[in-house]
């Protein structure tokens, strides 16, 4: 089992930055990917970018260009950089871990952009 831990939201004006962490602790050698995921008010969770264990990274259309995910083994981290924040990218942030066929999610951190 993997706990996961996110921090690093606020409230932040449009075109600005803000750095999200996630803690990862538990049979973390079991990991197989690592992403963000968002969730809007009244929408679905979406993808927002994930990492494999090979370092290998995807990102949704909306924050290609914008975002970065990183990771730092040592640590048991996972980050992403967000740049030039936009009031659409409004949500709460959650943290994933995939490990085989199942999944784990942070609590959720809420980032809110403003014009």
């Known amino acids: 089992q993997v706990q996961l831990v996110e921090s690093g939201g606020g409230l932040v004006q449009a075109g600005g930055s803000l750095r999200l962490s996630c803690a990862a602790s538990?049979?973390?050698?079991?990991?197989?990917?690592m992403g963000w995921y968002r969730q809007a008010p009244g929408e679905q969770r979406k993808l927002v970018a994930y990492?494999?264990?090979?370092?290998?990274?995807n990102y949704a259309d909306s924050v290609k260009g914008r975002f970065t995910i990183s990771r730092d083994n040592a640590k048991k981290m996972v980050y992403l950089q967000m740049n030039s924040l936009k009031p659409e990218d409004t949500a709460v942030y959650y943290c994933?871990?995939?490990?085989?066929?199942?999944?784990?999610w942070g609590q959720g951190t809420q980032v809110t952009v403003s014009s």
């Open positions: 538990g049979n973390i050698f079991s990991i197989n990917a």
């Open positions: 990492i494999t264990s090979g370092d290998s990274t």
């Open positions: 994933n871990a995939q490990i085989g066929p199942l999944n784990s």
